[in-house]
């Protein structure tokens, strides 16, 4: 979760002129990776051949 802090410190490491979509890239990211580390954390991911497996369904 985001806080105050953290979005001001994000703004701060920013140079002076950027665009929307640099800052939400830059506040998403974190979030995104925090994410997939509690999803390894629970065992919440696939194996190499089970996303290829999937992948083939989807590009038919």
Do not use: C, H, Y
Request: proline share 3%; hydrophobic share 35%.
């Amino acid at each position: 979760m985001l806080t105050k802090d953290k979005v001001r410190q994000t703004i701060d490491r920013l140079p002076e002129n950027f665009t929307a979509e640099q800052i939400v890239e830059e506040l998403a990211i974190p979030g995104r990776i925090e994410e997939g580390l509690k999803d390894i954390e629970k065992s919440r991911v696939f194996t190499t051949d089970q996303v290829k497996k999937e992948l083939k369904t989807w590009l038919k």
